[in-house]
């Protein structure tokens, strides 16, 4: 199947982002637990190869710097490393290199508006699937949902900053969290 550009642009206008304004606020820093729980959520998912997309925020910046330092070494290998700016005129480039990669997993860090605009784009790559897809805890956010077309992120999942996890269904954001 070959995709289609869509009709109307998915790109957020800022109208619609001024009523989330969490979604557009820096991330927090990654934290230890967070990591070793991503680590473990891509092993459990049986992922080998990983590529990581990353706002250009200095906390989604470490935090993929953090992954890519420490998946590779097992067999395990980042196919790929690439970010975008916070006002990209489309997410499209980022996301086909995203799905060219042909990653087990794809991982993101950044807003919850960056990951929303981007996730659009890569609802329209034949070869991308959330279900392989994972997010850091800045990602884990009911303003993502409400930013994205219902479903299209449905089974992206991530740690929570704590060491829990997150996961995305149709219909709605499970934060199992760990105190």
Known sequence: ???????VSPRLTSTVLARYPDATRPPAPHTAPELLRLMALLDAAGARTVAIGHGRHPASVAATAALAERWPGDGRAVLIVLDWPVDAASWLRP???????DADAVVMADTPAGCAQLGARLAEQPSWSPARTFGFASVASFDLLALTRP????G???PTSTGGAWRITPRSLIIEDVA
């Open 1 to 7: 199947m070959i995709p289609t550009e869509p009709t």
């Open 95 to 101: 996301a086909r290199r995203l799905a060219a990669a």
């Open 151 to 154: 479903g299209v992120l449905s």
């Open 156 to 158: 992206m999942t991530g």
